[in-house]
């Protein structure tokens, strides 16, 4: 996707960052949301990938905390403030939350792409970080990655090509 000289990829219900020159990629993002904040002065941006909304569905005995967005989204701030960002200067940028099927009757629970959008755009909420911009919703897959240097998040969806917001 992009000419970068390295990529860090980030897998499903996991977290990392990357400083410039490196960019930051995750693929496979259906209803899951793909969460990057960053701080274009000091060129640093971390990426979630988002799965479920709330770890409060948490079923296993340890808890995956970059599987849900009230849990990954306060830990990839305090990584992002722990590796030199300025709490007042981040970001957000999102894609994905895809509804991947079709159900009908329509139930919540088979609503986790919109529920998976809604709870990300609270939680960056409460934590006082601005989302630029968002390509969310539809039906189709989509792969990220973002350069910290030109803030650019390129989207590729299934079908659809390229864009970049």
């Given at each position: ?117 809604e ?39 299934v ?7």
């Open positions: 996707m992009l000419l970068a000289k390295e990529i860090v990829k980030v897998g499903i219900a996991d977290l990392n960052i990357a400083k410039y020159p490196y960019s930051i990629r995750t693929s496979g993002l259906g209803s899951c949301v793909g969460v990057v904040i960053y701080d274009e002065i000091s060129k640093i941006a971390g990426l979630a990938h988002v799965m479920l909304p709330e770890s409060s569905i948490n079923n296993s005995a340890t808890l995956n905390e970059a599987k849900f967005a009230d849990t990954a989204l306060k830990k990839l701030k305090n990584l992002l403030i722990q590796s030199g960002c300025s709490s007042y200067r981040l970001k957000a940028k999102i894609a994905g939350g895809a509804q991947m099927f079709s159900f009908s009757p329509q139930s919540d629970v088979m609503r986790i792409g919109p529920r998976n959008v709870a990300v755009k609270e939680e960056l909420s409460s934590l006082n970080i601005p989302i630029i911009s968002e390509d969310v919703g539809g039906n189709k897959g989509r792969t990220i990655e973002f350069d910290p240097d030109t803030t650019l998040l390129h989207i590729r969806t079908n659809q090509g390229m864009t970049s917001i």
